[in-house]
């Protein structure tokens, strides 16, 4: 996997808050500035390889060590955080296990492509991995970021053996045309490094298709009140918000969720909510927000902890 934590990520602040009213990203304005972080590049993660026998060959069940485990059903219920993402008080953004609800259903790479159209945003997903998004672009390809540079693949080399979903109705933003979302993916086929917009594939798919500058690194100036709210199911009954500046930050908290898995997220926010003895006038006190579906009620007397850059 390398040295994660020393790849440098690119941030290029070229861009001011808001989106082009006809729905199209442009690059020609004002240059704020240019600044560099450490990145945890979510793209390079690698599926384990499979355990090796003493010659180098892969350990057959009933060899000479032990049994290779039998891979589990992936289960989104199980391993994915429900959520929702309000801007203010609009919801943009909602994946839920809702009965009936297909949205969340996964494909073998195979069977997944006679499902996809172009200009479909397709989402790859395994249990602890960050998920991996592209675009299709038809005749069986994708366009997706990884390893820090827009690639054209074919969908079964891109998905790496994992599962994977058509996900165009998770962001509720209006979509571009099919081949306005295919010529925005394969004009940046072969950018690279200093050269990206965006810091993880998600974040480049979705700007494909909704061409918001609000996708791209620096998109959005983190000033003022922090009006991105990601609302995190617990329960039937019971939610917790985060609060974010910007919709790259809560991007990426989203996506770290899904990395670490549902049970490792309730255990870190059973902590956060239930805390031995906070001190008296403790700003990092939860906010317990309604279900998912209406945005959660003004508080003037409790501050939410989780807010700011991850």
Known sequence: MGNQVEKLTHLSYKEVPTADPTGVDRDDGPRIGVS?????????????????GPDGGSLPDGGDGPPMPQPQPYDP?????????FYRDECIYQKSFAPGSAALSTY?????????????????????QYPHWAVYVGNFQVVHLHRL???????????QGRRGRVVN?????????PSAVV????????????????RNSESFAAWCRYGKREFKIGGELRIGKQPYRLQI??????????????LEDLIMEKRRN?????????????MHLHPAEPDEGDSNLARTTPPPGRPPAPSSEEEDGGGGAH
């Open 36 to 52: 560099y972080i450490f990145s945890n590049d979510d793209e390079d993660v690698e599926p384990q390889p499979p355990p090796q």
């Open 77 to 85: 219920r199980l391993h994915e955080v429900e959520c929702s993402v």
């Open 108 to 128: 073998t790479p195979e069977n997944l492509l006679n499902k996809c159209k172009p200009g479909d945003l397709v989402e790859f997903v395994s249990q602890a």
């Open 149 to 159: 540079e827009v690639s054209n693949s074919f969908l079964t080399d891109a998905s």
């Open 169 to 177: 109705d998770l962001y509720r933003y209006k979509p571009l045309s």
């Open 183 to 198: 010529r925005n993916a394969l004009a940046h086929v072969g950018a690279k490094e200093r050269e990206l917009s965006w």
């Open 233 to 246: 199911q617990l329960s039937a009954q019971r939610s917790h918000t985060l609060e974010f500046q910007s």
């Open 258 to 270: 899904d990395q670490i898995g549902r049970a490792a997220v309730l255990q870190e926010l059973a």
